[in-house]
Every structure is written in structure tokens, then in C-alpha cells.
């Protein structure tokens, strides 16, 4: 069972007669407050409680002589009191009078509250006195002082209370006090954003294979299916409209951001970091065939307004959908096509094209086969190389520059060269020695964009035989 306790007001009011200015005492006790004492409350709460209880104690005055007898108790009073919070600025406005220590720097910046019980103004009428206020009632006087107590037991002049261990019954017998100092400092620290997209995987190229007709030299048969497995790879641009795609599965996997407009030229760039996870996480739901006549440079060459030539889907039923597909493309006889293939998975992210296959069904006076070929795409050889690495830079001749050309005799020295025009280090491919050459090595800050240039003279001064 809990245990609960009640609380009283004890009200103490010095008035003054308007008639013979005789000072007279009113006393009131009212409640109670009960509170569960393994309960807290908060301090808001108890405000409410004591505001309301002063009200009760207003109302019940209202019904009063206007004129109580000296040192009577009554069963209220016309005074309206009331609690308020008020802030203070610091929190030396809060301490106690009889406080002489110094407030530290850090305290005197800190936030409090002071709680105040007084007349509600809106009871109260100004009289020429400047010091007293006038009660809407004038029949009780001039108000000179109040007091208010908190007891547990009620009081009053009449059943005076006196607590448990205490010979003084003017102790109150409950004090409230709190503090709220709140530290608030500003502090410099950094700020962090994060630019996101929740995407599933794209998923990788789909299997294809070209089939021939027997005797038909006018047909192919293309089967596609879904693969399997996960892989990172650069992305492939086909379409315009496949950088925003890419741009967002780059967010999605790296959290960088990345502008539809700067993929092409990220993808030119063999050092970029710009690579994607593909994988089958989702079925595929369709297949985007590209078809040409002319031999493609490039994956961009399919960029047409043609393609994609077809889009198939496979279908079991009209209710339940494959990952398999099929096509059968016509085509002209002895004439070379050019195709490529990417699969579309459910949630429309397409997977990089498949290799391009040169198909050409040859018709040689009836006799009807099948050429297909891989295309591998023909690039410029540059002598700009670019290697990314950290820390450390290790340079040397390759393998091949270390094979002998010449086997000097047994003892011999470096100026027992046989032919010293020659030198004994060498390559089969004269092309690729980098004897009495000089290279140009250029390191680039990738943070601060500044170059080092070392120039390297690989020098053949021979070997000692033993």
C-alpha cells in the first residue's frame, strides 16, 4: 500500500483599518495536498496544485464579512494568490542572502529560474497610497504583509499544529528547493552531410547465342538467359540517358556524388575510380537487343535511333513471366550484323552489353552457314601510361631487358666487352629495349594536383663474369 502525506497552506495576512488604521491579523489554513510519497512529481505539477489551492482559498473569501474580527481564522480570504516562474539571468539571483562566496565565470553564464508567490494584480485596485494596494472589497482595509507556510497537518491561529520533534510550530515543515543550472557552451565541430540513393545492383550481361536455320538463309535465331555471379566493372554508355542511371548506382554504392555529365568523361579516364557492383539480386525482366551493319569502334556506335533494335521478354503463360527469351531476327543474306545485348532486371537497372558478335549468314548458291565472330575493339597504342600508387615508387627495366644478347668470356670485365656498341643486356624486340633511353616518370598529387618530373637514363655498362 503507498504510503501518502498531506499538505497544507497557511496563510498569515497583516491588514490595516481604513477607519482607525488599527492593524489587525487574518489567518487561514486550507488543503490539503496529498502526494504519494514513493511517487515524484514534477515542479510544474506542484505549481499547478498550489495555484489551484489558492483560488479555492480566493473563492471561498469571496463569501466573507468584510470586516473579521482581530486574529480571527476564517475559511478564506479575499486575496487571489499565486505562483509564478520568472527566469533569472544569472545564477547569482538565485543564491541564498546569506551566499558571500564568489559565483565562478562559468556559473554566472548558466540558466535558472526563480518561483515567486504573489497578489494576482487583477484583484488589486491602486489608491493614492503608493504603498498600499486596495482590495476590490475596500470593506477589509489596506493590506500591510502576508506570509505563506507549507505544513503537513492543518494550522492556523485557532488548532495550532505542532510537528513531530519540534517544540516551534512557526518551523515550516517542508522547504522545496531546486536548482537548474544548465551548462551551455559553444563549441567549433565539424559539420557532416551525407548524399545518398537506396538502389538495388545491376545485374550482370545475360548468356546469348546465335543459332542458324538449316537451308534458311534469311533467319537467326538469338536465346538469351539470365546469368549469374557478381562482378565490378566500369560501366558502358550506350544511350544518352544511361549516365543519369549510372550516376545513381555510383551515389547508391559509394555515397560520392557524381553529375549525369561527368560520366563519359570519368569512364575515358583509366585512373577513375568509377566502377560498379553488378549482380543478379533481382529476376530479369527483359532484354534490350542492339543491332548494326556498320563495324563498331565502340559501344557508342549502337547509340542510334534504331536501337534498341528489339526488346523481348519471356513469358510462360500470359500469367507467369521468364527469365529466358528468344528472338528471331531476319536478316539479308551475305551481309554482316553487328550485336550486342544487356539485360533489364524488374526495377529497370540494366546490366553493362555483352561482347559484340559479328554475325553473317553466308548463302554461297544454296549452301547456307553460319560466320560468327567476337569483336575486340580496336584502340590507340599511346606511350602516356598512368599508374596510380601510395607511399613508395619502385622503377625498373622489365624481364625481357634483363635476356642476354651476348655471353661474355669467362673473367671478362666491363671494358672486355667484346663489342661495346652492342650491349649484352638486351631485348628480342629491339623496340622495347630501354637501354641508353631516357623516360620521363611525372608524379601527380591527386589531392593537390602538383607534378614531379624524374627523367630516367637506363644505362647498359655490362656485367662481370665470374
Given at each position: ?11 498569515e ?20 495536498l496529498?502526494y ?13 496544485d ?19 474580527p ?15 516562474a ?16 564568489p ?15 504573489k ?7 491602486i ?6 494596494a486596495?482590495l ?13 507556510k ?9 488548532t495550532?499544529?505542532?510537528p ?29 552531410s ?21 537451308g ?45 555529365g561527368?560520366?563519359?568523361?570519368e569512364i ?22 542492339f ?6 569502334t565502340s ?8 536501337n ?17 527469351a528468344?528472338l528471331?531476327d ?28 559479328e554475325?553473317?549468314?553466308v ?9 560468327l565472330?567476337?569483336?575486340i ?42 663489342n ?16 641508353n ?14 607534378k ?15
Amino acid at each position: 500500500m503507498a504510503a501518502t502525506t498531506d499538505w497544507y497552506i497557511d496563510i498569515e495576512e497583516v491588514w490595516t483599518g481604513q477607519e482607525n488604521a488599527e492593524s489587525f491579523t487574518h489567518n487561514v489554513s486550507f488543503g490539503p495536498l496529498r502526494y504519494d510519497t514513493t511517487q515524484d512529481i514534477s515542479v510544474q505539477q506542484f505549481i499547478d496544485d498550489v495555484n489551484e489551492l489558492f483560488f479555492r482559498i480566493h473563492l471561498d473569501g469571496n463569501s466573507l464579512n468584510p470586516a473579521p474580527p482581530l486574529m480571527e481564522q476564517d475559511g478564506g480570504t479575499h486575496v487571489l494568490y499565486k505562483m509564478e516562474a520568472q527566469a533569472a539571468k544569472t545564477i547569482e539571483d538565485n543564491l541564498p542572502p546569506d551566499r558571500l562566496t564568489p559565483v565562478p565565470f562559468e556559473q554566472q553564464i548558466a540558466f535558472a529560474i526563480r518561483y515567486f508567490i504573489k497578489i494576482d494584480p487583477s484583484c488589486l485596485i491602486i489608491t493614492t497610497a503608493a504603498s498600499y494596494a486596495v482590495l476590490g472589497d475596500p470593506g477589509w482595509g489596506l493590506l500591510e504583509s502576508f506570509q505563506v507556510k507549507f505544513r503537513d497537518g492543518e494550522h492556523g491561529y485557532i488548532t495550532p499544529h505542532t510537528p513531530n520533534g519540534l517544540d516551534d510550530s512557526d518551523i515550516p515543515r517542508a522547504a522545496v528547493h531546486w536548482e537548474n543550472y544548465s551548462d551551455t557552451r559553444f563549441a567549433s565541430v565539424p559539420y557532416w552531410s551525407q548524399t545518398a540513393a537506396i538502389l538495388d545492383s545491376p545485374p550482370v550481361p545475360p548468356n546469348i547465342r546465335v543459332i542458324p536455320y538449316i537451308g534458311v538463309n534469311n533467319r537467326l535465331l538469338i536465346l538469351l538467359n539470365s546469368n549469374t555471379g557478381e562482378y565490378r566493372a566500369r560501366p558502358v554508355v550506350i544511350k544518352d540517358f544511361d549516365t543519369t542511371a549510372i550516376a545513381n548506382h555510383y551515389v547508391s554504392q559509394t555515397g560520392v556524388p557524381m553529375l549525369p555529365g561527368d560520366v563519359r568523361s570519368e569512364i575515358g579516364i583509366p585512373s577513375s575510380p568509377l566502377k560498379l557492383l553488378y549482380q543478379n539480386d533481382d529476376p530479369i525482366s527483359r532484354y534490350e537487343i542492339f543491332r548494326i551493319t556498320k563495324k563498331p569502334t565502340s559501344y557508342e556506335d549502337f547509340n542510334t535511333a534504331q536501337n534498341p533494335y528489339k526488346i523481348v521478354t519471356g513469358e510462360i503463360t500470359s500469367f507467369k513471366s521468364s527469365s529466358s527469351a528468344f528472338l528471331v531476327d531476319v536478316v539479308e543474306p551475305n551481309t554482316k550484323y553487328y550485336y550486342c545485348v544487356r539485360a533489364v532486371d524488374i526495377h529497370n537497372n540494366f546490366s553493362n552489353p555483352t561482347h559484340v558478335f559479328e554475325a553473317e549468314l553466308v548463302d554461297n548458291e544454296g549452301q547456307v552457314y553460319l560466320i560468327l565472330k567476337t569483336i575486340i575493339f580496336e584502340t590507340d597504342v599511346s606511350d602516356n601510361y598512368v599508374k596510380t600508387g601510395r607511399r613508395f615508387v619502385y622503377i625498373e627495366p622489365s624481364v625481357r631487358n634483363f635476356s642476354l644478347t651476348t655471353v661474355p668470356p669467362p673473367g671478362s670485365t666491363v671494358d672486355d666487352n667484346p663489342n661495346p656498341t652492342s650491349p649484352i643486356f638486351g631485348s628480342p624486340n629491339e623496340g622495347a629495349s630501354c637501354w641508353n633511353k631516357t623516360f620521363k616518370v611525372r608524379l601527380t598529387s591527386k589531392k593537390s594536383n602538383k607534378k614531379i618530373d624524374l627523367n630516367i637514363l637506363f644505362k647498359n655498362t655490362g656485367v662481370i663474369n665470374p
